[in-house]
């Protein structure tokens, strides 16, 4: 093979040009020649030392001198093979990223900071009759917005499509018949593909979020910081590249929808990958014609339904050397604030038995949000087309019932402050056969008098909204179970939170803090009275305590003070409680100085993406929980 004398600036570039562009790219060779020649131009002077270009090959069998940047396809692709073959060190040497020509490019071609290929080079289709043939690539690539660490920019996305059964393969996913099924490992790549129009790098969706889990950082939070991060990159380094793409440079600005369904989509996908029992299976997530939000919530709900709702009750084996925790205490309490809207449909007042608390049934489902072709309705699809009229009187968000109460009648007002309400739970496998049958959680409406430190009219009241959710959380931080309040927190939800979490193994739950001990305990023993078995069960294993951060606060003698008091019996500095004298029982709060964070993500979810965000973050905190324990030598 014949040597080639050329410019040390061209064999730059064309070191550049073999790695940039990928060796299964349609017209390769001829990209690489355009960009050797035009970035190269105006670099290079003919009459230059001939001393200093380089020689590539052996010269005795003849010397080829390239002139200037005059550099075809044939003989790129010559020079790189004697490169590749003789002078491999060139390789590493002449390895810099000089790309400012590929930022400048405005032209519908390959020539882009960022060249991505499918997935799959062979069809996979097992109904294809040409299945495992090469695929064509396009030559035409689409050109979308990838958004990185250092900023958003134009890549050139190529595709390819069978020819037999006209299946669509881009990087991330294949479609076929209006279908979209993502690959299996799709979130393991150096991109992440949303859309023929949108990508994200995984390192950049890995730094989002932890963002999220640890710092509690919202959508719009994270959207907004990146954007404001790379404006001035936007302004310059893609003031051409936004000319084919986009009509204007605004557009590159990351949109909180847009990041949101990138993050649901990759934990979806991961989520899949692992509950997949053939592990030889190269597909994973389908999503169809209804369009990408609705696919995810369908996703979200079918995760749940498969056992995410399973997979929380693992963290109650776990046990650590932190004081209390393998002494079989747990802190329960609600965050009101990590509230979602939900369904206004009618509430119906049901009562079970006499050895029973009232119970009223609604409609936890999430209410139209609307779009260009449909109204938003507060009610959800199943009771919308019911001619159900809307409450008359409606709380606004973050409003509690005292503030409707003002603008209501007495009347109103009486039946708006008995409007407590839990609902069906698809987990509900291990509450007494009795109590299970009704789908649904009973409300605090007893007949027993009220007791307890917290008075009624100081519970906040929620309508059209759930209420948070309730949480079991040991003494070193590990969330145990949680459930989410579809009204005002009471002792009856507690109950039933109690049955459903404790029953599996009551030595791991003899004391219990909670900040309504002292009215829960009552309401428990009045259900014993009348003949309760779970309420039995409980109080026959269970020790009550008011935490110590709000049992200071408690006015009642069974509470406090401490000292002198013959009725204290709730205080956890008791003698009779020395086992947990030295527990962190302010551990919720603690939690929930975290756990408040994320109420400006899920203020708008719907039920089962509710669901599902929660069930990644707390999986994620727990994780990152045992780690820090097991580095402390706590485990």
């Known amino acids: 093979m014949v040597s080639y004398e050329v410019h040390p600036i061209l064999v730059h570039a064309l070191v550049f040009a073999l790695r940039h562009y990928p060796e299964n790219l349609p017209t390769r060779w001829k990209l690489i020649s355009e960009f050797v020649v035009t970035s190269t131009d105006g670099f290079i002077n003919d009459n230059c030392n001939r001393k200093s270009r380089l020689i590539i090959g052996n010269k005795k069998k003849g010397c080829k001198v390239i002139e200037?940047?005059?550099?075809?396809?044939?003989?790129?692709?010559?020079?790189?093979?004697?490169?590749?073959?003789?002078?491999?060190?060139?390789?590493?040497?002449?390895?810099?990223?000089s790309d400012e020509y590929?930022?400048?490019?405005?032209?519908?071609?390959?020539?882009?900071?960022?060249?991505?290929?499918?997935?799959?080079?062979?069809?996979?289709?097992?109904?294809?009759?040409?299945?495992?043939?090469?695929?064509?690539?396009?030559?035409?690539?689409?050109?979308?917005?990838?958004?990185?660490?250092?900023?958003?920019?134009?890549?050139?996305?190529?595709?390819?499509?069978c020819s037999k059964c006209s299946t669509y393969y881009s990087y991330s996913?294949?479609?076929?018949?209006?279908?979209?099924?993502?690959?299996?490992?799709?979130?393991?790549?150096?991109?992440?593909?949303?859309?023929?129009?949108?990508?994200?790098?995984?390192?950049?969706?890995?730094?989002?979020?932890?963002?999220?889990?640890?710092?509690?950082v919202s959508f719009q939070a994270c959207s907004e910081i990146y954007n404001a991060v790379h404006a001035e990159h936007c302004k310059t380094k893609l003031n051409k590249l936004h000319t084919f793409a986009r009509k204007k440079i605004e557009t590159f600005d990351l949109n909180e929808e847009r990041l949101e369904e990138a993050w649901f989509l990759l934990n979806l996908i991961e989520y899949f990958d692992n509950m997949a029992e053939d592990s030889s299976t190269t597909e994973t997530v389908f999503l169809t014609k209804k369009g990408t939000k609705q696919d995810i919530d369908d996703?979200?709900?079918?995760?749940?339904?498969?056992?995410?709702?399973?997979?929380?009750?693992?963290?109650?084996?776990?046990?650590?050397?932190?004081?209390?925790?393998?002494?079989?205490?747990?802190?329960?309490?609600?965050?009101?604030?990590?509230?979602?809207?939900?369904?206004?449909?009618?509430?119906?007042?049901?009562?079970?038995?006499?050895?029973?608390?009232?119970?009223?049934?609604?409609?936890?489902?999430?209410?139209?949000?609307?779009?260009q072709s449909q109204k938003p309705s507060p009610f959800c699809v199943e009771h919308e087309d019911q001619n159900i009229e809307p409450p008359a009187k409606k709380a606004k968000v973050g409003q509690n019932v005292q503030g409707a109460e003002r603008e209501a009648s007495s009347d109103q007002a009486d039946d708006l402050s008995s409007s407590t309400v839990t609902i069906e739970l698809p987990d509900m496998n291990v509450v007494p056969e009795y109590f299970a049958s009704t789908q649904s959680l009973p409300n605090n409406?007893?007949?027993?008098?009220?007791?307890?430190?917290?008075?009624?009219?100081?519970?906040?009241?929620?309508?059209?909204?759930?209420?948070?959710?309730?949480?079991?959380?040991?003494?070193?931080?590990?969330?145990?179970?949680?459930?989410?309040?579809?009204?005002c927190e009471s002792p009856s939800q507690v109950f039933v939170f109690l049955l459903r979490t404790c029953t599996r193994d009551w030595s791991k739950y003899k004391y219990i803090g909670y900040d309504r001990a002292c009215e829960l305990e009552p309401f428990l023993q009045n259900l014993a009275k009348k003949g309760n078995y779970g309420a039995q069960e409980i109080l026959s294993h269970v020790t009550f305590v008011v935490d110590y951060?709000?049992?200071?606060?408690?006015?009642?003698?069974?509470?406090?003070?401490?000292?002198?008091?013959?009725?204290?019996?709730?205080?956890?500095?008791?003698?009779?409680?020395?086992?947990?004298?030295?527990?962190?029982?302010?551990?919720?709060?603690?939690?929930?100085?975290?756990?408040?964070?994320?109420?400006?993500?899920?203020?708008?979810?719907?039920?089962?993406?509710?669901?599902?965000?929660?069930?990644?973050?707390?999986?994620?905190?727990?994780?990152?929980?045992e780690k820090k324990l097991k580095k402390k030598g706590k485990m």
């Open 68 to 97: 200037g940047n005059q550099l075809d396809h044939i003989d790129c692709k010559k020079i790189a093979s004697l490169i590749t073959k003789e002078e491999p060190s060139l390789l590493k040497e002449w390895n810099t990223e």
């Open 102 to 161: 590929l930022w400048s490019n405005s032209q519908k071609n390959g020539h882009k900071p960022i060249i991505i290929l499918p997935s799959t080079t062979i069809c996979i289709n097992g109904n294809c009759s040409a299945m495992g043939s090469t695929l064509g690539i396009r030559n035409r690539p689409s050109f979308p917005i990838v958004y990185t660490n250092k900023g958003p920019t134009v890549a050139a996305l190529y595709s390819a499509t």
């Open 173 to 216: 996913y294949f479609e076929r018949d209006g279908c979209r099924t993502y690959f299996k490992e799709a979130h393991m790549k150096e991109y992440f593909q949303t859309s023929t129009a949108t990508l994200f790098s995984c390192e950049f969706m890995n730094l989002l979020h932890h963002q999220i889990v640890i710092g509690g």
């Open 299 to 371: 996703l979200c709900r079918l995760a749940y339904d498969e056992g995410i709702w399973k997979e929380i009750s693992k963290w109650q084996n776990h046990e650590c050397s932190v004081a209390g925790c393998r002494q079989g205490y747990v802190t329960i309490d609600g965050s009101e604030k990590l509230r979602r809207p939900m369904c206004a449909a009618p509430r119906t007042a049901i009562k079970l038995a006499r050895n029973m608390p009232k119970v009223i049934q609604c409609c936890p489902k999430s209410p139209i949000v609307g779009n």
């Open 445 to 487: 409406n007893d007949e027993s008098v009220h007791v307890g430190c917290k008075l009624k009219q100081n519970v906040d009241r929620f309508y059209n909204r759930t209420a948070g959710i309730l949480t079991m959380i040991k003494p070193c931080g590990i969330i145990v179970d949680y459930t989410e309040l579809f009204t």
């Open 549 to 625: 951060f709000h049992c200071i606060k408690h006015t009642r003698p069974t509470c406090m003070p401490l000292e002198n008091n013959p009725l204290c019996k709730y205080h956890p500095r008791l003698p009779m409680h020395d086992t947990i004298s030295n527990v962190n029982t302010e551990c919720a709060e603690q939690c929930f100085k975290w756990l408040n964070n994320f109420k400006g993500n899920v203020r708008r979810m719907t039920q089962f993406r509710y669901k599902f965000f929660l069930w990644v973050i707390i999986k994620c905190r727990n994780e990152e929980t």
